[in-house]
């Protein structure tokens, strides 16, 4: 009886250490996920700032259309290319909490 009690517990342990591994993977994955979205926004209202000044400085209706065509164009881009990157480090972090599991899973499909 005390045999399979240490088991037990043993077993315990070595699932809570699954799960902080897993744990830490993932907090790690979010703080990057969340540090490149306040740069994205930041880098994002500082080119629509400067979009803004340049479009209210121009001297033709041409030139205004200009700029803001400009600005759509590379804002679009920006945009498409932060979420291809966001989805990315998702997929990354997925990857990394399940690693912990990986060595667990194969154990009980032996």
Not at 45 to 50: C, D, K, L
Not at 59 to 70: G, H, I, T
């Amino acid at each position: 009886m005390l045999n399979n009690f240490d088991d037990i517990q043993k077993l315990n342990k070595d699932n809570m250490d699954l799960v902080m591994q897993s744990f830490g993977s993932m907090t790690k994955g979010v703080q990057a996920i969340v540090s490149e979205v306040a740069d994205y926004q930041k880098k994002s209202f500082e080119e629509g700032s400067a979009a803004v000044e340049k479009f209210t400085s121009a001297k033709s209706l041409d030139k205004a259309f200009e700029v803001q065509s400009d600005f759509m164009k590379t804002a679009y881009e920006s945009y498409v290319g932060e979420l291809t990157k966001l989805g990315e480090m998702v997929g990354d972090l997925a990857r990394e909490a399940y690693k912990p599991y990986e060595s667990a899973f194969s154990k009980v499909a032996k």
